[in-house]
């Protein structure tokens, strides 16, 4: 008796381990922590929307929706470069590239993902949210990861479905493409560049090794490459302040969102002055700070309608 109890802790305990295994490749899949950023800036600019005011119901709704659409993009990102992602090491051990996930299996996940986050977003707000949802999650899939290997316009275009979720989340609220919508879109458009760039600084081998063209210099890590951040940490400065010319929010979110471009910028310029990887990597964790901080003070600074 005591041995059959034995047994069936041990399988027990197996198939729990099993299971813990599963929802992790699930969540390397999506890439949870990215996905969870992207959906974050789409339900900050619902809320952001005139007329808009906090729903649970809806917000999670807009979440979930926006979440399975996002970790759709990411899957079939994986499964397109699972060969690359096997060549370098920050990626080496995500579920398809290390074989522990078949690609029938991922792409049978982002199909089902992909049709319910576009259903649940339509369905829910409105089909005008859900289509550029559609869209975004092509433009990443099928546009944007494929072109990584052939020039590095492809950060200009992977930026687009980057900034898509804060349009979304502002057409989801209005059912049209305002300028609000946009205003948003520009602030988190712009913000990719020094974001992604200081990526592509600190990974540049890795990168290489998989073929991947991502840096504004064929050469990689230059003082082209560093200057090009500067020229968009600039070009964040007027975006930053629109908001607050447009009624959506107040002046002490636009003081906020102004010292955050101030520093970021100031980052930037170190990069160019340095030309290290550990001034890319500040400006890489200055970024990862920069949206929550900027989107959180617009919202916090609401202006009532």
């Known amino acids: 008796m005591k041995l059959m109890?034995?047994?069936?802790?041990?399988?027990?305990?197996?198939?729990a381990l099993m299971i813990a295994g599963k929802l992790k490749d699930y969540m390397l899949l999506v890439k949870f922590t990215l996905s969870f950023t992207v959906v974050f800036s789409s339900v900050v600019s619902y809320l952001l929307a005139p007329g808009i005011s906090f729903n649970f119901l809806s917000v999670l709704l807009l979440f979930v929706g926006g979440f399975l659409i996002t970790g759709a993009a990411n899957a079939i990102n994986q499964i397109a470069e699972k060969d690359t992602d096997a060549m370098m090491k920050r990626t080496a051990?995500?579920?398809?590239?290390?074989?522990?996930?078949?690609?029938?299996?991922?792409?049978?996940?982002?199909?089902?993902?992909?049709?319910?986050?576009?259903?649940?977003i339509g369905y829910w707000f409105n089909w005008n949210a859900a289509l550029t949802g559609a869209f975004s999650l092509f433009l990443y899939g099928f546009v944007y990861t494929p072109m990584k290997k052939v020039h590095s316009v492809s950060v200009i275009v992977g930026a687009i479905p980057g900034a898509l979720p804060c349009l979304i989340g502002w057409v989801a609220a209005t059912n049209e493409f305002s300028l609000g919508g946009w205003a948003l879109f520009a602030i988190q458009f712009l913000w990719q560049f020094p974001h992604f760039w200081a990526i592509a600084w600190v990974a540049h081998k890795d990168y290489t090794r998989a073929g991947f063209k991502l840096m504004p210099s064929v050469k990689g890590p230059t003082k082209y490459s560093a200057i090009q951040a500067v020229i968009y940490a600039l070009l964040m400065l007027p975006f930053g302040v629109i908001p607050y010319f447009i009624q959506m929010s107040g002046i002490i979110s636009m003081w906020i969102v102004l010292a955050a471009n101030l520093f970021m910028l100031f980052q930037c310029i170190r990069l160019y002055r340095e030309m290290e990887v550990k001034a890319a990597r500040r400006v890489m964790f200055s970024s990862y700070i920069y949206l929550p901080v900027v989107l959180l003070s617009l919202l916090a600074d609401k202006v009532p309608t």
């Open 5 to 15: 109890m034995a047994k069936q802790e041990t399988m027990n305990h197996s198939l």
């Open 93 to 120: 051990k995500r579920p398809v590239a290390s074989g522990r996930m078949s690609v029938q299996e991922a792409s049978t996940f982002a199909a089902i993902t992909a049709v319910l986050g576009i259903w649940l």
